[in-house]
């Protein structure tokens, strides 16, 4: 199986994918500099050029498109099903990160933290001192 990466991958990333089959060969090519050439005989693409779409789809050899970004309506889809070709998505692999920095700014915009952090810069922070408090607590 030839596997042809678009995606950068570390030296220990690709001697781990190699040592999974001796039937195996990976290349690893930027996807400004890939050539159809590139794309000869390849079983697996890891990552997408819309550039090369016409050369990948018609290698005769292609059954896998692995993206790594959420969705795949820039990939030539109809093109693909004719040819059998299977797509799978990177969908879902930042959801709880994604999850996380939405509250993460709901808690700031509600808290006006980003005024606090702007009002640091101009020596304009406020002291508590000579105001009334109160505090409001429920007990459960």
Same mark, same amino acid.
Request: without cysteine; positive net charge.
């Given at each position: 199986m030839?596997? +042809?990466?678009?995606i950068p991958l570390t030296e220990q990333q690709q001697r781990e994918i190699r040592e999974l089959s001796d039937d195996? $060969? +990976?290349?690893?090519?930027?996807?400004?500099?890939?050539?159809?050439?590139d794309l000869h005989e390849v079983d697996a693409i890891y990552?997408?050029?819309?550039? +090369?779409e016409d050369h !990948?789809?018609?290698?005769?050899h292609l059954k896998w498109i692995q993206t790594i970004r959420a969705g795949?309506? !820039?990939l030539p889809l109809d093109d693909l099903r004719k040819e059998n070709i299977v797509v799978t998505s990177g969908?879902? !692999?930042? !959801?709880?990160?994604?999850?996380?920095? $939405?509250?993460a700014y709901m808690l700031?915009?509600?808290?006006?933290?980003? +005024?606090?952090m702007r009002d640091q810069d101009n020596d304009s922070i406020g002291t508590? $001192?000579?105001? $009334?408090?109160?505090?409001?607590?429920?007990?459960?």
């Open positions: 030839k596997i +042809l990466s678009f195996l $060969t +990976l290349e690893v090519v930027s996807p400004d500099k890939a050539t159809k050439e990552g997408w050029s819309n550039r +090369l !990948a789809v018609a290698n005769g795949v309506d !820039a969908s879902g !692999a930042n !959801a709880i990160n994604i999850a996380e920095q $939405t509250l700031m915009f509600v808290r006006k933290l980003h +005024l606090s508590l $001192t000579n105001l $009334t408090m109160r505090f409001l607590a429920k007990a459960s």
